[in-house]
């Protein structure tokens, strides 16, 4: 079985910095894409961005060029790096992977979601 375990969530004034860790663990063969959506009280979880196995990169529009997306391949690791924050930014960020377990088997992976607070 494959597991995701988030950390960095927390309290941060606008304008302030996050950075948010993602660790795959279990019996894994590859880690294919991985990404980090966020879901706000009331609203719809959304995609923030997105990452390959070979580093491509994609973002919502409300997070370019403030958002940066990053792994570690050798340790199953996904981050994100939250700089400008702002109070819209708030919500549960989860964290996603697309697995191969040792099995063969494909599966896509949810982490249990940390929760950032932008306050003004």
């Known amino acids: 079985q494959v597991q995701l375990v988030e950390s960095g969530g927390g309290l941060v004034q606008a304008g302030g910095s996050l950075r948010l860790s993602c660790a795959a663990s279990g019996s894994i063969y590859s880690v294919n894409a991985m990404g980090w959506y966020r879901q706000a009280p009331g609203k719809q979880r959304e995609l923030v961005a997105v990452i390959s196995s070979g580093g491509g990169t994609n973002y919502a529009d409300s997070v370019k060029g403030r958002f940066t997306i990053s792994r570690d391949n050798a340790k199953n690791t996904e981050y994100l790096q939250m700089n400008s924050l702002k109070p819209e930014d708030t919500a549960v960020y989860y964290c996603?992977?697309?697995?191969?377990?040792?099995?063969?088997?494909?599966?896509?992976?949810w982490g249990q979601g940390t929760l950032v607070t932008v306050s003004t």
């Open positions: 996603n992977a697309h697995v191969v377990e040792n099995s063969g088997r494909f599966r896509e992976v």
